[in-house]
């Protein structure tokens, strides 16, 4: 049994080359005895013709897709021309499937699409393929039966609370070590689910699949996540781990005893995600002592309007000040995102998001431009007030560009903020900073055209061995 895993990710700005997701079905059908898992991603449209090859040459009896909303038309792209080429049996998952099973109506080349958590549901679609047995009552299952022109959405298997169950991800379906070497970190996910309805983000249309308000963080024990990063440590070469759960610091119980174990256990600076409204003066010296240099802590706006009503963060002004205050405290880095081009948005509001981010003196400001992805509420609120171009939906760069006809800010204004975000930003912190930011590029560039091969490369690793020796010092004694 062949089984390739495609990851279209065409013209995103994350150049992804991993996916947790995938990485956790393949361990687990590995576990489960299915050794021939390869993995490709798209990041194109010209790297179409390399796929279709990748299939005649490999000869998957199934190719498994996963898309967000603005991907699903190169699924279904890929699907007709895969098809045209090796006979196999196509489907779909993730978030965008998950929440609008209709999709598969128009999409004729993808068998079935496996709706929610897939683990389980997939290992029993692969095995009645394998079996030639008829896979549709297979639950989170769901087909366009053509016959009777309706779309059948089996029910879903319930969300399984014991993680642990499911192993560890399969980092070797990728280039792992080059992920690690191009992000400067070793990446984890040991949690599921973010507790929070944030109107722009898709958590609450996903727990309202499963009949739920919103989700509810599941995690696996610290044990459990200490050994799997004894795991890849022992198969690959990093001094850095990076956790990109949802939320890692939400559960202050888990939290502590996770980070108690891994300062003795593991000894390896890292970073990972918190909210300002979780922060207090303990949990950032616990961090600190375990080995954390970096958390990510989203601003998303600087305007209160904006980030409460709009957005229904629900974190105060006072919160992130104070919660950005105590990482300086700790000497813990703040990577703090940004959303621009807004519903209701105002230029003031934009600036207001920079200032405030001057003030704050993060040390990496980073901006996306808002996307109204279907089911989320503000997408309803897009669409009710009328501000979606719905002519350039997927001919755009995804958060890059917008497609709202805002009425308080022209597209050209938000282009100009979004190309020029970090080096405003940089301006508010004084002017050292904004000169470095502006010599950083020029630096970069003689240095690729000036030093030698072997020069760059010997610069390459001294900024190795200087971080190296900074984390040493991350672990008080």
């Known amino acids: 049994m062949k089984i390739l895993f495609i990851l279209p990710d065409v013209d995103s700005f994350h150049k992804l080359e991993i996916h947790f997701g995938i990485a956790y079905i393949a361990g687990y059908l590995k576990a489960n005895g299915y050794k021939d898992i390869r993995f490709t991603t798209v990041s194109s449209v010209e790297d179409y013709d390399r796929v279709v090859r990748e299939v005649a040459d490999y000869r998957p009896d199934i190719v498994g897709f996963t898309s967000v909303e603005t991907q699903f038309n190169n699924v279904k792209n890929l699907s007709r021309l895969i098809k045209e080429k090796h006979k196999c049996l196509i489907a779909c998952g993730g978030a965008f499937p998950t929440i609008f099973p209709d999709c598969i109506k128009d999409a004729e080349h993808v068998d079935a699409l496996i709706r929610g958590e897939s683990e389980d549901a997939f290992l029993k679609f692969v095995r009645a393929v394998e079996n030639k047995e008829d896979y549709h009552h297979i639950e989170n299952v769901c087909y366009y039966d053509a016959r009777e022109d309706r779309i059948v959405k089996n029910p879903l298997l319930p969300l399984e609370n014991d993680l642990v169950r499911f192993g560890f991800p399969d980092r070797g379906i990728f280039n792992f070590q080059a992920v690690i070497d191009y992000d400067g970190g070793a990446p984890f996910m040991f949690n599921r689910g973010c507790p929070y309805n944030c109107s722009f983000c898709s958590n609450h249309a996903l727990a309202s699949v499963y009949g739920n308000k919103r989700n509810i963080t599941r995690r696996r024990n610290v044990e459990s996540c200490l050994a799997e990063i004894r795991d890849v440590n022992a198969k690959y070469r990093f001094d850095v781990i990076h956790i990109w ?116 003196r993060v040390e990496s400001p980073g901006v996306n431009v808002f996307y109204p992805y279907k089911g989320t509420r503000l997408r309803e609120v897009c669409e009710e007030y009328g501000m979606i171009d719905l002519d350039v939906k997927y001919d755009i760069q995804e958060r890059r560009e917008s497609i709202l006809n805002l009425p308080h800010i022209s597209k050209s204004r938000l282009n100009y903020y979004q190309q020029n975000f970090e080096a405003l930003v940089r301006r508010k912190q004084g002017v050292l900073p904004y000169l470095r930011h502006l010599a950083r590029p020029l630096a970069v560039k003689v240095a690729k055209f000036v030093l030698p091969r072997n020069v760059q490369e010997g610069i390459r690793r001294m900024r190795q061995m200087r971080r190296k020796k900074a984390s040493a010092t991350v672990f008080p004694a």
């Not at 940004?338 to 001057?358: K, N």
């Open 245 to 360: 759960d949802d939320l890692f610091t939400f559960d202050r119980k888990w939290l502590y005893e996770f980070l108690d174990k891994y300062k003795t256990d593991v000894k390896k600076p890292f970073m990972c995600t918190t909210r300002s409204n979780l922060c207090n003066d303990e949990m950032f010296k616990k961090l600190k002592n375990a080995g954390c240099y970096r958390v990510h802590m989203s601003l998303e706006s600087g305007n209160d309007f904006i980030r409460n009503r709009v957005l229904k963060r629900d974190i105060s002004r006072d919160a992130i000040v104070k919660s950005f205050g105590l990482a300086k405290k700790y000497g813990i880095e703040i990577n703090a995102s940004s959303i621009i081009g807004l519903p209701f948005e105002t230029e003031a509001m934009i600036r207001e998001t920079i200032d405030l981010l001057g003030l704050l």
